[in-house]
């Protein structure tokens, strides 16, 4: 597992995710999805947005596989950390 602060682009160890129901249902769902696409040239992330789209949350699976597709800083947290 890797959490990354997409702005500052720096690594987090400890996340608390404070849902409501329904954006706890929109990230059940959308894990779902990206499992499903896994491999395919759909990509390998979703994004999960709150209803006033101010914070959202990247969901991305990566193999060993699939390094290859994720940006270059991400290749090297997902190796290095």
Known sequence: MRIVDELSDQPLR???????????????????????????????HVHVSDLEMSRRITLSIYTSENLDQFDPKYRRLIVED
């Not at 409501?20 to 040239?41: F, I, K, M, Q, Y």
């Open 14 to 44: 400890y996340v608390q995710l404070l849902l409501t129901p329904s954006e706890a249902h929109d990230l059940h769902g959308a894990l779902g999805e990206v499992l499903e696409r896994l491999g395919t040239t759909y990509g390998d």
